[in-house]
């Protein structure tokens, strides 16, 4: 039983050292070219907003009522109208992204903070505080520099930020299997 639970810990953690290192290397490539990782986020997020959009066509399809009906396609089209408009002009997205990061920045370091405070007697937990510490930087920084900064901000702060996040996941996911281990 114990073999078993050891195994599953360590294939588990495997995929996060993997995740933890992919998000250090994607994190370096975005601080190298952040123009390009900028307008990247920005047009991923298009796409995100029309695929939403699709989503509420399709559901408007299966709507009981003409009032739903309507309704669920009048906000699909608003959906991918606002998303092909972002496609178009990237560099709008951009700085509105930009605010939108700094404010998920500051909201992901409370939150990492609050989970440190839970889980601060934990083998590993200090690389919580430290990504904590490092995101509520980084959002500041974000927020303060806005929108003059819109252009290099996204790729640089959010390389840092997956930096930062895939040093801790690896670090963390390191002392798990330690504790499993032993």
Do not use: C, N, Q
Not at 24 to 44: H, K, Y
Not at 45 to 62: E, P, Q
Not at 133 to 157: C, Q, R
């Amino acid at each position: 039983m114990a073999e078993s639970t050891t195994g599953l810990v360590k294939k588990s953690t495997t995929w996060s050292i993997v995740w933890g290192v992919l998000l250090v290397i994607f994190g370096f490539l975005a601080i190298d070219s952040p123009f390009i990782a900028a307008m990247a986020f920005s047009v991923i997020i298009a796409w995100l907003i029309i695929f939403a959009g699709v989503v509420h066509l399709a559901v408007a399809f299966h709507a009981h009522g003409a009032g739903s009906k309507i309704w669920k396609i009048l906000v699909g089209l608003a959906y991918i109208a606002f998303g092909i408009y972002l496609l178009m002009r990237p560099g709008i997205g951009v700085l509105s992204l930009t605010l939108i990061l700094a404010i998920l920045f500051l909201v992901e370091g409370v939150l990492d903070l609050m989970l440190y405070f839970r889980m601060r007697r934990e083998s590993g937990s200090v690389w919580i505080l430290i990504d904590a510490i490092v995101t509520l930087l980084l959002g500041g920084l974000i927020y303060v520099h806005w929108p003059s900064s819109s252009v290099w901000a996204i790729g640089t702060l959010v390389g840092v930020s997956m930096i930062m996040s895939g040093f801790s996941r690896i670090m963390l996911s390191m002392a798990v299997r330690r504790v499993a281990t032993a």
